[in-house]
């Protein structure tokens, strides 16, 4: 079966625009392009084209998507399995604060006193679970599945007063990261310091013993994945390398 760029659109929901640029960026490009310049796409293109939904489903970034796929070792199955298996585990972090709502609502109704940490306890598997969709692959290949095994149970057993005193500490060191690459102060300043020294917090606020070689491995994985560097650099590019920079030189 073979389809024009239109029909291709009608079957996907995806725009000719974007089947456009996909081709344009190597992502997805046409069997063939006839004479006219149309654009005909065939089976396998179509089974691309839904890998490639798959992916964005999951968050996945185009450039990463396009690596993946023209891997010689690409493995269709495979990939498809654990994407079903990252989907499930997002319904049922879902389906969690669904409950949690409705037990929030139901305490209300009843004037009821719900657990502090009740209250929290899907919001941090939801953050377990999204950090490990995301960045799961290169930690675990990086660190091993015991250490990051060990820190994602150490989230889920954090208190509310550290769950909110970790997520506050990262909201802070944004902050004064975007500060400091907007006036243009230098990572070997003190404010560069003063940043390392919240980042190394960030880390072991969970408990985690600190070592200086897994912080400036961590830092480097900022500007060496581009996801940690999208996550930084969303509001004020250069965020990510400032932090990498500042860690590198102020941790010994």
């Known amino acids: 079966m073979e389809y024009s760029i239109k029909e291709l659109s009608r079957l996907s929901g995806v725009t000719t625009r974007t089947l456009r640029w996909y081709d344009k960026i190597g992502l997805l490009k046409p069997s063939r392009i ?102 799961g692959k290169e930690l675990r290949e990086k660190y091993g599945d015991e250490e990051i095994d060990l820190a994602n149970a150490t989230v889920m057993g954090l208190t509310q007063e550290q769950y909110k005193n970790w997520t506050e500490l990262g909201k802070d060191i944004m902050k004064k990261l975007e500060y400091a690459v907007k006036t243009g102060v230098s990572p070997e300043s003190e404010s560069g310091k003063e940043i390392s020294d919240l980042h190394r917090q960030w880390l072991t606020i969970t408990g985690n013993s600190y070592d200086s070689k897994k912080h400036r491995g961590i830092a480097e994985l900022y500007v060496a994945d581009e996801r940690f560097t999208a996550y930084y650099d969303k509001n004020v590019p250069g965020c990510a390398r400032f932090l990498r920079d500042a860690v590198v030189y102020w941790v010994k």
């Open 34 to 135: 006839a004479e006219s310049g149309y654009r005909y796409y065939g089976s396998a293109e179509v089974d691309r084209l839904q890998d490639i939904l798959y992916y964005r489903a999951l968050g996945v970034e185009l450039a990463q998507i396009r690596e993946c796929l023209d891997d010689p070792s690409f493995d269709r199955l495979s990939t498809l399995r654990n994407h079903l298996a990252a989907l499930e585990s997002q319904r049922e972090s879902l389906e969690m604060l669904i409950r949690s709502v409705k037990d929030t609502i139901r305490a209300e109704e009843r004037n009821e006193i719900m657990k502090d940490e009740k209250k929290f306890e899907a919001f941090k598997k939801r953050a377990v679970e999204q950090n490990e969709l995301t960045y």
